[in-house]
């Protein structure tokens, strides 16, 4: 009995001992197992973070590519900053100025803007809003009412809204100042030599220091456009009477070519600011005083309607409705032809604009394209459009077993998408004479110089300028600084 007892009890202690050690053992994997997923966790938002900042890294290398002037905007900012410290760690410097020397590099933060002409039509604002608010700052309330009233001015709201916002600013600021500064006088001419000297260095680095004129980018922007809106004219009329879409599809490039008419249409914004700030620029390249902005909005203007033009042909042509082969394939090389001499009339223009040279040869390409339109015209007349139902069917029995409405309506709808489609072509041609005038005109303001034969060839030869040729811009840019 006793030796029973015993083996039950040693048999117990190994079943005890036994479960305390596969207790431990599951508690050990558990904590093994939240430990990995604690790490895997840990892993894995570092390397989403570490993904973020890679992409991040490479859009910021983009940008900075695309546009290597936005990295010398960016030494300049520094530049202008660095000079305009100075006036605090030297001492010789703050002791003539002492603690206003804030607002010089509040200044410098606020005015400097990317073109030259931003940068001057915001600082020559911002001195002499503070120039007359400081004179006018004696205490008469009924001047900062006033003031604020003519921001709602259309003049004083396109070219003079910043300065009169810190008319107000300077204004109100001197005159609460006034009620408990002694000096008040001392105040308002600290306040405004700190202002002229943060200004005086954001101008002198601005224009000095590889400018960026908004003149030369409204100039090049139009031109730009122009290029875009004849690509795709050249692309959609193609596409449309090759009807290979297997290639059309496959080919990116030629899709990009076909939509670059969309980028004419969202520079409205751009053109009217450059043109705002191009008017603050002094004498640069070929750009005088008083040179024409206005015209270049005005061929913009024009530029966007036929865009709008070649988007209502893109549109059409993309339709599914589909015209018949036959009355397709009758006006293909009268289109084809209209499109390529309206085309090529575009260019002329793109080339005039670029060299900023009369064209030798703009007439007589002009004159082209008036006559593909007389041709397209005489082809709609001959349009076989009452042959084009038995066209349809093979035989005199199918024809009779279809529908009145679908003998009627049939032909007359795949007609009709081919009719839009021409008489777009015609009015693409009508607003590029309306761009051929405005540019005629633009010419003639500016003085634009004759251009000969040669130097005619030497720029049709040359590639047609894509979105991101870049390295062609700095060189334009050069050739019409040295003019």
């Known amino acids: 009995m006793v030796n029973e007892g015993e083996v039950s009890s040693g048999k117990e202690c190994k079943v005890q001992i036994a479960g305390d050690h596969g207790s431990k053992e599951v508690q050990n994997r558990s904590e093994r197992g939240l430990v990995s997923r604690i790490w895997l966790g840990f892993a894995g938002l570092l390397s989403g973070f ?253 530029t966007r309607s036929c865009a709008y033009c070649i988007e209502a042909l893109n549109s059409s042509i993309n339709s599914e409705i589909h015209a018949h082969e036959r009355a397709k394939k009758h006006l293909s090389n009268v289109c084809i032809r209209l499109s390529s001499h309206s085309s090529v009339v575009l260019r002329e223009l793109t080339v005039m604009i670029k060299t900023m040279k009369k064209s030798s040869s703009i007439e007589i390409s002009i004159g082209e394209m008036g006559s593909a339109v007389q041709e397209l015209q005489h082809a709609m007349k001959c349009l076989p459009i009452p042959p084009l139902l038995p066209l349809l069917v093979k035989s005199q029995t199918e024809i009779t077993e279809l529908s009145p409405a679908t003998q009627a309506n049939t032909p007359l709808m795949e007609v009709l998408n081919l009719v839009t489609i021409t008489s777009l072509l015609v009015e693409i041609s009508a607003r590029i004479e309306d761009i051929v005038d405005a540019v005629n005109e633009l010419a003639s303001m500016t003085g634009f110089t004759e251009s000969t034969i040669d130097e005619k060839k030497k720029q049709q030869n040359k590639p047609v300028m894509s979105d991101d040729q870049e390295v062609q811009d700095k060189n334009e840019l050069k050739i019409l600084q040295q003019a």
């Not at 202008?80 to 509040?106: D, H, K, Q």
């Not at 001419?189 to 200004?199: E, P, Q, Y």
């Not at 700030?277 to 040179?291: I, K, N, V, Y």
């Open 50 to 302: 570490m993904s973020k900042l890679s992409k991040l890294w490479r859009n910021v290398c983009g940008v900075g590519s695309e546009d290597p002037r936005r990295v010398c905007h960016c030494l300049k900012v520094g530049l202008a900053l660095t000079v305009v410290s100075l006036f605090y760690y030297m001492r010789p410097l703050y002791e003539s100025i002492g603690s206003n020397a804030m607002w010089a590099v509040l200044t410098v933060v606020v005015v400097f803007e990317y073109t030259v002409g931003a940068t001057l039509a915001k600082g020559l604002n911002r001195v002499a809003g503070t120039f007359l608010a400081g004179a006018l700052a004696i205490g008469v309330h009924w001047v900062a009412a006033h003031s604020t009233f003519s921001r709602f001015i259309p003049i004083v709201k396109q070219r003079f809204d910043y300065g009169a916002m810190i008319f107000v600013l300077t204004f109100s600021l001197v005159s609460v100042s006034g009620y408990r500064v002694e000096e008040l006088f001392e105040l308002a001419h600290h306040r405004f030599s700190t202002v002229v000297l943060g200004t005086a260095i954001c101008m002198l680095i601005c224009i000095f220091v590889r400018p960026v004129w908004a003149g030369q980018d409204l100039h090049f922007l139009i031109v730009r456009n122009l290029e875009r809106i004849s690509d795709s004219l050249d692309e959609c009329v193609l596409k449309y009477f090759e009807d290979d879409k297997t290639l059309i599809d496959g080919d990116e490039e030629r899709w990009k070519r076909i939509l670059k008419y969309k980028s004419a249409l969202n520079t409205k914004g751009t053109e009217d600011s450059l043109a705002n700030f191009a008017r603050w620029e002094p004498s640069h390249g070929q750009f005088r005083f008083q040179h024409p902005w206005n015209q270049y909005l005005k061929i913009g203007a024009l």
